[in-house]
T-cell receptor
Framework: DTGVSQDPRHKITKRGQNVTFRCDPI?????LYWYRQTLGQGPEFLTY????????KSRLLSDRFSAERPKGSFSTLEIQRTEQGDSAMYLC?????????????FGSGTRLTVV | AQSVTQLDSQVPVFEEAPVELRCNYS??????LFWYVQYPNQGLQLLLK??????LVKGINGFEAEFNKSQTSFHLRKPSVHISDTAEYFC????????????FGTGTSLTVIP
């Protein structure tokens, strides 16, 4: 297993377009997390899944954002009608439940630039 | 709710000199504490964590941190830095036992000068 994989690494899109990112967690990890990191800031929690169930969502996750994990394996994060303020690094992480509070494994992130 | 303050946004230090990166937290409940490192265009890598027990925690790459409950601090130290330590360092907390999300500080950019 090579860790948490995110695709694409970089995405440039025009304002108003929809974008979708993918995250493949470590195979035996059934918890998956999405964070957003803007320039000069630390990561901010967006949402997390245990298997296919989305158990918690941040108020940062507006109705233009949707995350899914249909089979409890990979996850997608979609942003509809992108705005310039959505420009950020989107980080995915995964863990086992009993280790979720002990530190996650992060992916390398998807850097989104909205022009 | 929890919050994390990293007091220094940028820390320049000469190679082989010691360094301390400061972190203070605020929480009304027991927390676990973490330091992560982020290299340019990379995700975050766990350096070390404090869950319980000894307040001095050793991590990877020669880093260590000390938990001070009375001062609500978790400062990161290294006795002798290398060029390869140049990176962004993030302090984070999570609620002990029940928390699933991490609260991160704004980061400290460590630059090691040859």
């Amino acid at each position: 297993d090579t860790g948490v994989s995110q695709d694409p690494r970089h995405k440039i899109t025009k304002r108003g377009q929809n974008v979708t990112f993918r995250c493949d967690p470590i195979s035996e990890h059934n918890r998956l997390y999405w964070y957003r990191q803007t320039l000069g800031q630390g990561p901010e929690f967006l949402t997390y899944f245990q298997n296919e169930a989305q158990l918690e969502k941040s108020r940062l996750l507006s109705d233009r954002f949707s995350a899914e994990r249909p089979k409890g394996s990979f996850s997608t994060l979609e942003i509809q009608r992108t705005e310039q303020g959505d420009s950020a690094m989107y980080l995915c992480a995964s863990s086992l439940p009993r280790h979720s509070n002990y530190g996650y494994t992060f992916g390398s992130g998807t850097r989104l630039t909205v022009v | 709710a929890q919050s994390v303050t990293q007091l220094d946004s940028q820390v320049p230090v000469f190679e082989e000199a010691p360094v301390e990166l400061r972190c203070n937290y605020s929480s009304s409940v027991s927390v676990y504490l973490f330091w992560y490192v982020q290299y340019p265009n990379q995700g975050l890598q766990l350096l070390l964590k404090y869950l319980s027990g000894s307040t001095l925690v050793k991590g990877i790459n020669g880093f260590e941190a000390e938990f001070n409950k009375s001062q609500t601090s978790f400062h990161l130290r290294k006795p002798s830095v290398h060029i390869s330590d140049t990176a962004e360092y993030f302090c984070a907390v999570s609620e002990a036992n029940t928390g699933n999300q991490f609260y991160f500080g704004t980061g400290t950019s460590l630059t090691v000068i040859p």
